[in-house]
């Protein structure tokens, strides 16, 4: 089963902050654990000493220990005073009673009978001092019991000696205590059932904001998924107002490329409207003019004459020409365009291309003046498609400067690039128009027609395609002879940049 992404988010979120929880918790819990194990530890360590202390004066009348050896209420009077004179166990008076041994156990109290003492109340629990010395042992220097409760012999336990003028006279030991217990073990519980109520707000908390916070970035998802769903259904001029997403940068960018593609789609779908309508009528034309000419031979008035079939011939070379820069362009736009690189002098290619144009601009009335380079230019060109590219914008230079005017072409190559400039004389082009040159079947003037002298409005985009073919860049502005200039980068050799690319 496949979850929203609403859901998704909650669920991640909810999970990031349980198991933050959780770690943070846990860590919690040991490091409280472990520095209240260390404070008893320390606690025990400050009091053993006190009591080692108290020991080595009550000795310093007897070093020989004899004053407690076999005397059980002195081992009391000496637990009593360490404990500040409360007494930890029965009053004074009780008989006295060996000394416990490992594991035994007090009488139950009960009625008092024969031999039996009557039952006397217990004290009340330990302090943390009467603690310390119920956990205490001493002995003399032989290691013979002296006083204090018998502890199991596998117990971790302390010895310190007791030392009367420097001479180790007694030794006592304190067993270590296994777990607090007592006041200490109901204030760790209280710190435990703290931290878990924490955690459980926490995370009730974390599970509601990750809720908020995921429909907060689902909602302005889902409107995008609605809009670009219009879209793929025709309906182009879909804008998603950038207050119905407002959350996340991502999410208000994506909102503003769906916008701009809703914008593109829309500019796409008119320039292929218009596209269509042109080609009609660049098609329609000619194709008139044939029509025309064939029924006025088959209605005799016009005899199939040598200049007759020329002017068909023309026709039909206008219409070849038309459908084959169709092609190339729908080639292009594809990205398929067919090109046959190979090494060559591209200062040779370009000058022979551009002679060629001299007596036609002669003839026309304007100058065409070639700027040559100095010396052979290598490059790895399909020298075919640059020379198009050169001849198209000579057309397009020839067929709007008006007479008396100047064409000037001139090249060089810098730093692996090729500058390759066109520019000619009056009449200019407007600065809103330039960027539209390159668009195939655009004319500054939309109310000429076309004719000997016009082209199909396809050469321009021609010369795009096959620059971007060789992987470079063209662009048109102002002229200062007063009317356009066209400038071509070319890298000399392109089929590098495109290994480097991939």
């Known amino acids: 089963m496949r979850l929203r992404i609403a859901h998704q988010l909650s669920l991640l979120l909810a999970a990031a902050v349980v198991l933050a929880v959780l770690l943070v918790g846990g860590l919690s819990v040991w490091n409280l654990h472990s520095g209240f194990v260390d404070y008893l530890r320390l606690r025990d360590d400050e009091q053993f000493t006190r009591f080692v202390q108290l020991v080595e004066r009550r000795a310093a009348a007897d070093p020989g220990m004899d004053w407690l050896r076999n005397n059980h209420e002195a081992m009391r009077e000496l637990i009593d005073e360490f404990n500040g004179g409360r007494p930890p166990g029965p009053p004074a008076g009780r008989p006295d009673r060996p000394?416990?041994?490992?594991?035994?156990q007090p009488a139950p109290p009960g009625p008092p009978g024969p031999g039996r003492p009557p039952h006397r109340p217990q004290p009340p629990p330990p302090s943390a001092a009467g603690n310390l010395a119920e956990r205490v042992v001493l002995r003399d220097s032989q290691g013979i019991w002296l006083g204090g409760r018998q502890q199991a012999p596998d117990t971790r336990r302390t010895v310190r000696a007791v030392k009367v003028n420097g001479r180790e006279v007694a030794y006592a030991e304190l067993s270590a205590e296994p777990e607090p217990e007592g006041m200490d073990a109901r204030f760790l519980q209280r710190q435990y059932t703290g931290l878990a109520l924490a955690a459980l707000v926490t995370i009730a908390v974390a599970v509601l904001v990750a809720w908020r916070v995921?429909?907060?970035?689902?909602?302005?998802l889902r409107r995008l998924q609605l809009a670009t769903r219009r879209i793929a259904n025709g309906e182009q001029a879909v804008q998603i107002p950038s207050a119905e997403t407002a959350g996340a940068l991502e999410i208000d960018e994506l909102t503003a490329d769906v916008n701009a593609m809703a914008v593109a789609l829309t500019v796409a779908d008119e320039s292929r409207r218009h596209w269509i309508a042109q080609i009609?009528?660049?098609?329609?034309?000619?194709?008139?003019?044939?029509?025309?000419?064939l029924e006025s031979i088959e209605d005799g008035a016009r005899q199939p004459s040598p200049e007759v079939m020329t002017s068909l011939r023309e026709e039909v070379?206008?219409?070849?020409?038309?459908?084959?820069?169709?092609?190339?362009?729908?080639?292009?736009?594809?990205?398929?365009?067919?090109?046959?690189?190979?090494?060559?002098?591209?200062?040779e290619a370009l000058q022979r291309m551009a002679r060629r144009y001299e007596t036609r601009a002669s003839q026309q009335g304007l100058t065409l003046v070639i700027e040559v380079a100095g010396q052979p230019i290598t490059a790895c060109w399909d020298f075919g498609r640059i020379e198009?590219?050169?001849?198209?914008?000579?057309?397009?230079?020839?067929r709007y400067t008006t007479a008396p005017g100047r064409i000037e072409v001139r090249w060089q190559a810098q730093a692996g690039m090729l500058q390759l400039t066109v520019q000619d004389s009056k009449p200019g082009v407007a600065t809103q128009h330039l960027s539209h040159l390159f668009d195939?079947?655009?004319?500054?003037?939309?109310?000429?027609?076309?004719?000997?002298?016009?082209?199909?409005?396809?050469?321009?985009?021609?010369?795009?395609?096959?620059?971007?073919?060789?992987?470079?860049?063209?662009?048109?502005?102002?002229?200062?002879?007063?009317?356009?200039?066209?400038?071509?980068?070319l890298p000399l050799q392109p089929q590098q940049i495109e290994r480097r690319k991939t």
Do not use: K, Y
């Open 214 to 220: 995921a429909g907060r970035w689902s909602r302005p």
């Open 280 to 293: 009609a009528h660049e098609l329609r034309t000619p194709l008139s003019v044939l029509r025309g000419e």
């Open 317 to 347: 070379a206008q219409l070849t020409r038309l459908v084959d820069d169709l092609h190339t362009l729908a080639v292009a736009d594809l990205g398929q365009m067919p090109c046959h690189f190979a090494d060559g002098d591209a200062n």
């Open 99 to 104: 000394p416990p041994e490992s594991g035994d």
């Open 388 to 398: 198009q590219l050169l001849s198209n914008l000579l057309e397009n230079s020839l």
């Open 440 to 489: 195939p079947l655009f004319r500054v003037d939309t109310a000429r027609t076309r004719s000997a002298q016009h082209g199909s409005g396809l050469g321009l985009a021609i010369v795009r395609a096959i620059v971007q073919a060789h992987r470079g860049r063209v662009e048109a502005s102002p002229s200062s002879l007063g009317g356009l200039t066209m400038r071509v980068e």
